[in-house]
């Protein structure tokens, strides 16, 4: 589970790390800055290439404070959806990692979401798991 959270907060963190003096009023007015934009593109494209084996895709939605972690499998991943689906459905600790997600995002942002979802898609964008805390 420690490769999925640092997976998932990568680039979140590298965001977050470009919050102004300012007082911002929302997760979205941060993430959809210019300068935030720029730097999740960068980040995802570390990550897919850091990952390329398991995944072909990813993307991080947010909308006012609710955030959503996108991952799409690669295509040889996906022919055993079924299986994808078991394991992340018989993950045990998936409030553990939304919490703690949570917390890094207050602890960095000075905004605690107020949901966050893991979804996970095949290659050609069928969901095959998701989870929203």
């Known amino acids: 589970m420690k490769k999925l959270v640092s997976r998932i907060l990568l680039p ?35 990550l897919l290439s850091q990952y390329s084996d398991t995944y072909s895709d990813y993307d991080m939605e947010v909308s006012g404070n609710n955030l959503t972690y996108k991952y799409y499998y690669v295509e040889e991943l996906t022919a055993s959806a079924d299986d994808l689906k078991a394991a992340l459905e018989g993950e ?42």
Request: hydrophobic content about 40%; overall charge negative.
């Open 12 to 46: 979140l963190m590298a965001c977050l790390m470009l919050v102004a003096c300012g007082a911002p009023s929302s997760l979205e007015e941060i993430l959809t800055s210019d300068a935030a934009v720029a730097e999740t593109e960068k980040a995802k494209e570390d």
């Open 92 to 133: 045990t600790s998936w409030s553990d990692l939304i919490n703690q997600t949570k917390d890094e995002i207050e602890k960095t942002a000075k905004i605690r979401p107020e949901t966050v979802t893991f979804a996970y898609y095949t290659a050609d964008g069928t969901e095959i798991f998701s989870i929203t805390e």
